[in-house]
Nanobody, 129 residues
Framework: QVQLVESGGGLVQAGGSLRLSCAAS????????MGWFRQAPGKEREFIGA????????YYADSVKGRFTISRDNAKNTVYLQMNSLAPEDTAVYYC??????????????????????WGQGTLVTVSS
């Protein structure tokens, strides 16, 4: 079973940048598509973006397209989320997740309906105005 640990969260001013990391245990990291999600206070978890096993393709939610970039380093078992032009509405706990199938990550709607099983513990990002 893959285990995930996010890091890199913190407090940043509006307009600033942060890079989150998600380190995975296990030797089969490159067998999984990776996704990033977030949950703002009082809201449900939402899909932000995902990356294919090889890192060759990425997909983003409209709310972050053009500002956030996902990348991965399979040699380091790590996936990254570069966040630029941050705004107060980006304040949330950010989670990474894995799934053998990219589609499962991309079609995420709610925790209740998803089949994604492996999540990190989350890292808090707070954007001040």
């Amino acid at each position: 079973q893959v285990q995930l640990v996010e890091s890199g969260g913190g407090l940043v001013q509006a307009g600033g940048s942060l890079r989150l990391s998600c380190a995975a245990s296990g030797r089969t990291f490159s067998s999984y598509a990776m996704g990033w999600f977030r949950q703002a206070p009082g809201k449900e978890r939402e899909f932000i973006g995902a990356i294919t096993r090889s890192g060759g393709s990425t997909y983003y939610a409209d709310s972050v397209k053009g500002r956030f970039t996902i990348s991965r380093d399979n040699a380091k078992n790590t996936v990254y989320l570069q966040m630029n032009s941050l705004a107060p509405e980006d304040t949330a706990v950010y989670y990474c997740a894995v799934d053998p199938t990219l589609h499962t990550l991309v079609v995420f709607t709610t925790d209740k309906d998803t089949t994604v099983e492996v999540w990190g513990q989350g890292t808090l990002v707070t954007v001040s105005s």
